[in-house]
């Protein structure tokens, strides 16, 4: 079994500043991907960024990017230059398997002040 | 380009009843998935199948039953609702290897 898991429920950021959520992940396979989704109040998920585990270099999009560690089966997110729309719930997210079944963590809210 | 569709949006109805969530895709994704989210729980997975007449069940299938006749359909029936189905439901879909993509969820209340 494979768990997710987010240990920060809530966050505070000011706008223009840098943010990073922990997650951290457990599994017995070698072969996963993970996932960080932004869900707004609107409660649409949005996909923020993928890392598969087999890539040593570390996922970037845009104000985006995450710290892979693999050995410490960590996966952080950084957003760089925080705005007002960041305002969100993230959850971690991890695959394993052909199935690509999703395991979530619980979320973190993040707030964002002016 | 529609993407994945969820209807209804919004639904109340009474213990003992049953009801259909109905969830369409429109990129001809092999694979879909029904999660349900809950304060404190993240999204949880009930089923999920890899293709037309291929259905599995995922962490909490109780009191659910689904079906797939058409790849870009998936609907999700509770037989006899609960109110500990009340829920913020989501439909997801992905090729094998790729990204889900998900539906912009059914919130249900079972009074």
């Known amino acids: 079994a494979q768990t997710v898991t987010q240990s920060q429920p809530e966050m505070s950021v000011q706008e223009a500043e840098t943010v990073t959520l922990s997650c951290t992940y457990d599994t017995s396979e070698s072969d996963y991907y993970l996932f960080w989704y932004k869900q707004p109040p609107s409660r649409q998920m949005i996909l923020v960024i993928r890392q598969e585990a087999y890539k040593q270099q570390n996922a970037t999009e845009n104000r985006f990017s995450v710290n892979f560690q693999k050995a410490a089966k960590s996966f952080s997110l950084k957003i760089s230059d925080s705005q007002l729309g960041d305002a969100a719930m993230y959850f971690c997210a991890l695959k394993t398997g052909t199935a690509s079944k999703l395991t979530f963590g619980t979320g973190t809210r993040l707030q964002v002040t002016l | 380009d529609a993407g994945i569709t969820q209807s209804p949006r919004y639904k109340i109805t009474e213990t003992g009843r049953q009801v259909t969530l109905m969830c369409h895709q429109t990129?001809?994704?092999?694979?879909m998935f029904w999660y349900r989210q809950d304060l404190g729980h993240g999204l949880r997975l009930i089923y999920y199948?890899?293709?037309?007449?291929?259905?599995d069940k995922g962490e909490v299938p109780d009191g659910y039953v689904v079906s797939r006749s058409k790849t870009e359909n998936f609907p999700l029936t509770l037989e006899s609702a609960t109110r500990s189905q009340t829920s913020v439901y989501f439909c997801a879909s992905s090729v094998l290897e790729e990204t889900q993509y998900f539906g912009p969820g059914t919130r249900l209340l079972v009074l």
């Open positions: 990129w001809s994704h092999s694979y």
């Open positions: 199948s890899a293709a037309a007449d291929i259905t």
